[in-house]
Antibody
Framework: QVQLQESGPGLVKPSETVSLTCTVS??????????WSWIRQPAGTGLEWIGR???????NYNPSLKSRVTISVDTSKNQLSLKLSSVTAADTAVYYC???????????????????WGQGTLVTVSS | SYELTQPPSVSVSPGQTASISCSGD??????TSWYQQKPGQSPILIIY??ARPSGIPERFSGSNSGNTATLTISGTQALDEADYYC?????????FGGGTKLTVL
């Protein structure tokens, strides 16, 4: 059973960079064909996808956050990381990491979904 | 950017069928996944490719045609009260709907 566990500082000051880590257990980040994502959820609102990474280091980001986001992977620790720079109060949210699996449609295109999620870690941006 | 639209809330009586819609331009070509989220918990996958992951009850089903995807819950139970999110894959981007709060009353 795959398990994901996020960790982070909890409280970050405005304009700083927040760094979060997701530790994956029960499966290797490198062994299978999954992508790994970060998703966030401000209190009382919906889900927002931040970006994803493959074990090779290939990434895709949400265009609205791309200029401030870096996702990386440490295969030796079976971890993925998120760095979000120049944070403001609008970045206050629960941050989740999740595994992305996919299926093929009739035309051979991939469609991705999230089959395992971490419990989330709250990041509060405040001075 | 691509957008998915869900109704903010849906109400259903216990034992009845609940339908939650998710609309987007040519959504039928993009396929849709659905997630359930209860207060204080992480989302869980309940539908992908019109299929259910192991452990998800048969009363949950999904359909997708044209510009609308629909999550159907047959014989809704009180424990199904939760927020539901649709999700699609658009080129190289994940898109979530705004979420629908299902109330069972």
């Amino acid at each position: 059973q795959v398990q994901l566990q996020e960790s982070g500082p909890g409280l970050v000051k405005p304009s700083e960079t927040v760094s979060l880590t997701c530790t994956v257990s029960g499966g290797s980040i490198t062994r299978d064909t999954f992508y790994w994502s970060w998703i966030r959820q401000p209190a009382g609102t919906g889900l927002e996808w931040i970006g994803r990474i493959y074990a090779s280091g290939s990434t895709n980001y949400n265009p609205s956050l791309k200029s401030r986001v870096t996702i990386s992977v440490d295969t030796s620790k079976n971890q993925l990381s998120l760095k979000l720079s120049s944070v403001t109060a609008a970045d206050t949210a629960v941050y989740y990491c999740a595994r992305m699996d996919y299926y093929y449609d009739g035309s051979g295109s991939r469609h991705y979904y999230f089959d395992y999620w971490g419990q989330g870690t709250l990041v509060t941006v405040s001075s | 950017s691509y957008e998915l639209t869900q109704p903010p809330s849906v109400s259903v009586s216990p034992g009845q069928t609940a339908s939650i819609s998710c609309s987007g331009d040519q959504l039928g070509d993009k396929y849709t996944s659905w997630y359930q989220q209860k207060p204080g918990q992480s989302p869980i996958l309940i539908i992908y490719d019109d299929a259910r992951p192991s452990g998800i009850p048969e009363r949950f089903s999904g359909s997708n045609s044209g510009n609308t995807a629909t999550l159907t819950i047959s014989g809704t139970q009180a424990l199904d009260e939760a927020d539901y999110y649709c999700q699609a894959w658009d080129s190289t981007t994940v898109v979530f709907g705004g979420g629908t709060k299902l109330t069972v009353l």
